[in-house]
């Protein structure tokens, strides 16, 4: 039997609760050991739930107690979640969490302490929810040198894009909806700035190479300056708009950015929809691969964790490699990037034309059915730096969005 | 060091060398241990290939030299694939194999030889060529009951398909473009009738119950008949033709298939195109999942190879563990599954429709612009059973196909 422990009960705790219930049979079998939840810490007491005998509130039981060998934080937030991962890593207790916050955070420090001790610190959950990603890159593409991970990271944003693409809606009505839903939180900040987007690429970003790429370095743009009117422009152009999250090899360099981007119907990532999440992944040998799933939500995220759990209970005592040092990355300046870019500007197209051509050099004019006194244009493609010098020299500029294109087979 | 033997120098095992070769850096550091190829059986020489020093010609000097801790099987076919692995794991070697005939003939009884020596049989590329889809099931998923598996397993017939679909080409035309393009064998047979599927999800789904599924007891179906009036209808049902290879729990039952099936647009393998595999997977807590990439091809296949050296260069003298017991699975016979079909009936729809519904209940009549003297219809929900008796009593049936609905959720 393997002891666990699982701190905080809320959504996804309950959730881990709830799978191990549901499908310990299985469970049990592919761990080749029965996983018994012996604690549940939280600070509250559920009286009329059957885990209230095992509520404990203060973790030292949990961390005292030589049984417990794994244990899952799914808390949220730094503290006290990180002192708490710490203490239980540095008592010989592997840990298992869902927390995208702390693992962007501290990944590197708690996976190195889990080393030293042929423990295992395991994060699935933090990316892409129920999405096996980590373990893709950690123990399935390990044959491929990765040279791009772009994906559809956060749920709220990608229901609301969707929301916005099918049925012409403007943000603040979908922003409204997904709330009255309980898609979006009543303070979306962290989803539609892509902050949360933003700390799951920084993970993936220092998984494919190997050292900590910090998120505060992210370029990171989010989608609330996205409007209806964009969205008529790139159906017009064939195309959708989707909140990318991306990380690129370039030589030596990863460039990685946050971005609403437009992309045509054939990359893979256009029939993503809803509060769905997908990551795209391209090995120079594998080529293109993509993972599907839900990317959140209470069970597929407990799955993720018990998963998680299971492969701790089958490597108790033996650290699975992760390859991420604590060596910090300096990524690629946004300037140096390259890409097309749309741009919707005011005016007349035909008047503007030549002018525009003058500086940016040959574009494609787009215009869309009811939008009057704007047009839209594509660029070829050019540098940010170089896009921001030019743009400068344009009046009425109203927006730009930046063009997805999937990197040619090498 | 851990030193390798490579077993057939074909397209794969080629791919294998030049995959270790051009990523050898990051492969050991993944594996914590430098993998060198030692040996390369093969029947021929190739003077000019640098790999003509590694070449022997005899499996005895592999089996009989101590230092091989691991030898990849990429022969293809049963014999002698199947003795000289069965020797190969006998005398403590560790195999890797891509070789979906012998995994799904042998699998269980070359798995639990593996077990008993504390050794590790894997067999990644004999599915879906690059896509991770065994590693999923074996250490990703292992919170779930999957509830259902349904792949695009062979990329010939989804190029043809896709070709049909797009293009509006007939069979044949696909298949003379497939043979000139490479994609299709000479004899094309394997991929057109669907046994190369049959044998994928006969894997796939002896993992998912963990016991033995006979690929001979898989209702198997190829696209032969496939026709463009086929696609006709199925663009007007807003509907595409795909070669689906499923497997579905029902209770402690499984039901497989292989078949083609008209999927709408909202299936997630809807835009699975060309020469692209996919897996879509449910799990009773994960909801649903979908893996996408190469399904075949030398260097998508030899990374997934490669990734299984790996993974067994990890775990030397560790059995991973794998769910496949020798005990035969009896599959739920065709009969008692549950589906809508597509008919495709002769004669005047406003004709036959009373005669029809006398017979199937309540039909949705299809027409397609240009065919005339013909007409389709899609039944309501029925067992293949009653379909199957109640088609017999209409004269003029021209053609069936199933339709494939996602399974509601539980």
């Given at each position: 039997?393997v002891n666990?422990?699982?701190?905080?009960?809320?959504?996804?705790?309950?959730?881990?609760?709830?799978?191990?219930?549901?499908?310990?049979?299985?469970?049990?079998?592919?761990?080749?050991?029965?996983?018994?939840?012996?604690?549940?810490?939280?600070?509250?007491?559920?009286?009329?739930?059957?885990?209230?005998?095992?509520?404990?509130?203060?973790?030292?039981?949990?961390?005292?107690?030589?049984?417990i060998k794994i244990?899952?934080?799914?808390?949220?937030?730094?503290?006290?979640?990180?002192?708490?991962?710490?203490?239980?890593?540095?008592?010989?207790k592997s840990?298992?969490?869902?927390?995208?916050?702390?693992?962007?955070?501290?990944?590197?420090?708690?996976?190195?302490?889990?080393?030293?001790?042929?423990?295992?610190?395991?994060?699935?959950?933090?990316?892409?929810?129920?999405?096996?990603?980590?373990?893709?890159?950690?123990?399935?593409?390990?044959?491929?040198?990765?040279?791009?991970?772009?994906?559809?990271?956060?749920?709220?944003?990608?229901?609301?894009?969707?929301?916005?693409?099918?049925?012409?809606?403007?943000?603040?009505?979908?922003?409204?909806?997904?709330?009255?839903?309980?898609?979006?939180?009543?303070?979306?900040?962290?989803?539609?700035?892509?902050?949360?987007?933003?700390?799951?690429?920084?993970?993936?970003?220092?998984?494919?190479?190997?050292?900590?790429?910090?998120?505060?370095?992210?370029?990171?743009?989010?989608?609330?300056?996205?409007?209806?009117?964009?969205?008529?422009?790139?159906?017009?152009?064939?195309?959708?708009?989707?909140?990318?999250?991306?990380?690129?090899?370039?030589?030596?360099?990863?460039?990685?950015?946050?971005?609403?981007?437009?992309?045509?119907?054939?990359?893979?990532?256009?029939?993503?929809?809803?509060?769905?999440?997908?990551?795209?992944?391209?090995?120079?040998?594998?080529?293109?691969?993509?993972?599907?799933?839900?990317?959140?939500?209470?069970?597929?995220?407990?799955?993720?964790?018990?998963?998680?759990?299971?492969?701790?209970?089958?490597?108790l005592?033996?650290?699975?490699?992760?390859?991420?040092?604590?060596?910090?990355?300096?990524?690629?300046?946004?300037?140096?990037?390259?890409?097309?870019?749309?741009?919707?500007?005011?005016?007349?197209?035909?008047?503007?034309?030549?002018?525009?051509?003058?500086?940016?050099?040959?574009?494609?004019?787009?215009?869309?059915?009811?939008?009057?006194?704007?047009?839209?244009?594509?660029?070829?493609?050019?540098?940010?730096?170089?896009?921001?010098?030019?743009?400068?020299?344009?009046?009425?500029?109203?927006?730009?969005?930046?063009?997805?294109?999937?990197?040619?087979?090498?």
């Open positions: 039997m666990i422990a699982v701190m905080g009960y809320g959504t996804v705790g309950s959730g881990v609760v709830e799978v191990i219930n549901t499908n310990g049979d299985i469970i049990n079998q592919r761990a080749g050991n029965e996983i018994n939840i012996k604690y549940v810490l939280d600070l509250r007491d559920f009286p009329d739930d059957p885990i209230q005998e095992k509520i404990v509130h203060d973790v030292d039981v949990i961390i005292n107690d030589p049984e244990v899952v934080e799914v808390m949220g937030g730094i503290e006290p979640a990180y002192t708490f991962t710490k203490r239980c890593l540095e008592a010989g840990v298992v969490t869902s927390n995208k916050a702390l693992v962007a955070k501290h990944g590197a420090e708690l996976l190195s302490i889990a080393r030293d001790r042929e423990l295992n610190y395991l994060f699935e959950a933090s990316v892409g929810g129920g999405i096996p990603i980590i373990r893709a890159l950690n123990s399935c593409l390990t044959a491929d040198k990765i040279e791009e991970i772009t994906g559809i990271l956060n749920g709220t944003t990608n229901y609301m894009l969707s929301k916005m693409f099918y049925e012409g809606a403007d943000y603040d009505e979908v922003l409204k909806e997904a709330q009255d839903n309980g898609y979006a939180e009543r303070n979306p900040e962290a989803d539609v700035e892509g902050y949360d987007a933003c700390r799951k690429i920084a993970i993936l970003s220092s998984l494919i190479s190997g050292q900590q790429v910090d998120f505060e370095d992210i370029y990171t743009e989010g989608i609330t300056k996205i409007t209806k009117q964009d969205m008529m422009y790139a159906k017009k152009l064939g195309m959708t708009i989707k909140l990318l999250a991306s990380s690129k090899r370039h030589g030596d360099h990863l460039h990685a950015i946050v971005a609403p981007a437009m992309i045509s119907k054939e990359h893979p990532l256009y029939n993503i929809n809803d509060v769905f999440n997908a990551v795209f992944v391209h090995g120079n040998m594998l080529g293109d691969a993509m993972f599907y799933g839900s990317g959140a939500g209470k069970l597929p995220t407990a799955s993720a964790v018990v998963a998680d759990v299971v492969d701790e209970a089958k490597h005592k033996r650290n699975i490699m992760t390859m991420w040092k604590n060596e910090k990355l300096t990524l690629l300046p946004i300037e140096d990037t390259c890409k097309k870019f749309f741009v919707r500007i005011s005016g007349d197209a035909d008047s503007r034309r030549e002018e525009v051509e003058n500086v940016f050099g040959p574009v494609t004019v787009v215009t869309a059915d009811g939008l009057n006194g704007e047009f839209g244009i594509v660029t070829d493609v050019m540098s940010e730096g170089e896009y921001k010098e030019k743009s400068a020299q344009i009046d009425g500029i109203l927006h730009m969005i930046r063009i997805e294109e999937q990197q040619a087979e090498d």
